[in-house]
């Protein structure tokens, strides 16, 4: 079946944002062996992975078994590239994040992180009347900096020593933007669609 999705809102000309499946291990499998990526995705060096075990984790594809959202992010092309996962909506307060994200290590300096950050902070304020975004980023985690500057992000304050690594503290970077904030920085932005 062909299906317009020029008017999808989950679609843009450089991504589209859709729910994770089966097969979309195999380019998060590239994230797994990147350890410094991965120190700065999750914090810390995992255990060694066994990549059939890798395989068979499920656990990304039943939202009912995560306290997250889990979005795959896929090119123009219907490459899978990368994942964003939502984390902390509160309702009562109109807050929400951080949200995580990765970009397959061969995928990087495109562009798609950016774009996914844009259509997911549109969504959150526009469709879900989310006030305020709160994230963070390692502090020596430049691709982070950067991208979290492109978005409009604030910085509020920096949490020393929060992580152990390579035999040293690592500070993280707290930082957030309202729906105003997101949307002054939008309008310089050129349009997604
Ligand atoms: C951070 C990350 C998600 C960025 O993804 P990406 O798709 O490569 O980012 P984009 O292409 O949208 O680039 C964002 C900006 O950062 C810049 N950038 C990318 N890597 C950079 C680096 N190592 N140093 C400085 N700037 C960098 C890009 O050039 C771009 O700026 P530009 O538009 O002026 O060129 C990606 O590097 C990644 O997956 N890293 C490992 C996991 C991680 O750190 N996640 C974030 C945790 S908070």
New binding site residues.
């Given amino acids: 079946m062909v299906i317009d999705y020029s008017k999808y809102y989950w679609r843009n000309s450089v991504i589209t944002l859709r729910r994770p499946k089966e097969d979309d291990w195999e380019c998060l499998v590239h994230?797994m062996f990147?350890s410094q990526?991965?120190f700065?995705?999750n914090e810390k060096i995992d255990l060694p992975t066994d990549l059939e075990l890798y395989k068979r984790r499920t656990e990304f594809l039943d939202p009912e078994k995560l306290n997250y959202t889990c979005f795959a992010i896929e090119n123009s092309e219907g490459k899978h590239v990368?994942i964003a996962n939502l984390f902390n909506i509160d309702e009562r307060n109109g807050t929400f994040g951080?949200i995580?994200?990765?970009?397959?290590?061969t995928?990087?300096?495109?562009?798609?992180?950016?774009?996914a950050y844009r259509m997911l902070g549109k969504y959150m304020f526009n469709e879900r009347r989310m006030h305020k975004w709160n994230?963070?980023?390692?502090e020596e985690?430049?691709?982070?900096?950067?991208?979290?500057k492109?978005i409009g992000f604030i910085i509020e304050g920096v949490q020393k020593d929060m992580y152990y690594h390579e035999g040293r503290y690592w500070n993280q970077v707290i930082c957030g933007m309202t729906e105003t904030q997101f949307f002054e920085n939008e309008k310089r932005r050129p349009n997604l669609y």
């Fill in positions: 994230h990147d990526g991965r700065f995705f990368g951080p995580g994200i990765v970009i397959n290590p995928d990087r300096g495109k562009g798609y992180a950016v774009v994230n963070g980023y390692i985690n430049k691709a982070s900096e950067t991208l979290h492109k």
